[in-house]
């Protein structure tokens, strides 16, 4: 008896949670919209958090999609074109935001640069071979919700941010490799735990933002600002030993 009601409780029916998942990817572009009236506002501490709320259910999301069948259980939505129209608010049109309302650029560039980040962000999203057979992104992923926020807590100055963001926006359409933290298997506890580290301590430095942002620079301690460079560094090496050695990580578990 109990476990036949188990079986048809609401909350448990498979329909329902493919439907809660959906409403979870779907939450990501109300952190979104809370994201940009924080820029608005000139506060690039509230900024921060929403981008990383939406980050950390960007991640939740995926796993819990295809251990429940969502794509089985409600096929009317599309989970896949969701989370990039979510991605699309959160990983790229708040970051470019951010850049051009805190000044992260030389002067009279934030224009030029934030319409080439929107334009390649928008081409790479629709990328028919975004993924790789094993699971490494061809070309950047418009992660900017992760190198926008850091380059601001370390106080990189405006020349780094201008090369960052050409060179990273300029690998979208080509085929170098960047790591799925998740999806490829080989040194996915390593590759993780530095996702992890990157996204926990670059919302612990936040702390150091003062509340209103343009006008004062973070004052993020050393061992957080090496912990943010290094963090990056390494997603970085481990791609470029991906895309030039050729190798196949992931048939590894």
């Not at 498979?14 to 439907?19: D, G, I, R, S």
């Amino acid at each position: 008896m109990s476990v036949a009601s188990d079986t048809t409780s609401p909350l448990r029916h498979p329909v329902a949670k493919a439907w809660l998942v959906h409403c979870v990817t779907a939450s990501g572009a109300i952190c979104g919209m809370f994201g940009i009236i924080a820029v608005a506002d000139a506060k690039p501490k509230d900024a921060i958090i929403w981008l990383a709320v939406a980050l950390v259910l960007d991640g939740l999301d995926g796993p819990v999609a295809r251990a429940w069948a969502v794509r089985e259980h409600v096929p009317r939505v599309d989970g896949y074109a969701l989370d990039l129209i979510v991605d699309f608010v959160t990983c790229i049109v708040i970051p470019v935001l951010f850049i051009h309302e805190f000044h992260m650029l030389p002067r009279g560039m934030s224009l030029f640069v934030g319409a080439f980040i929107m334009l390649v962000g928008a081409l790479w999203m629709s990328r028919t071979d975004q993924m790789t057979d094993d699971n490494w992104f061809n070309g950047f992923p418009g992660e900017w919700n992760l190198v926008v926020p850091t380059l601001y807590l370390v106080q990189a100055n405006h020349t780094v941010v201008l090369l960052a963001c050409v060179l990273l926006g300029a690998t979208q359409l080509t085929n170098f490799k960047y790591v799925h933290p998740v999806q490829v298997k080989h040194w996915r506890p390593v590759t993780l735990s530095v996702t992890v580290l990157w996204l926990g301590t670059m919302v612990y430095a936040t702390a150091y933002l003062p509340r209103l942002g343009i006008t004062d620079a973070p004052n993020v301690p050393t061992i957080e600002a090496v912990i943010l460079l290094a963090c990056p560094a390494y997603t970085v090496a481990i791609g470029i030993w991906r895309t030039f050695s050729g190798s196949r990580w992931n048939h590894r578990a």
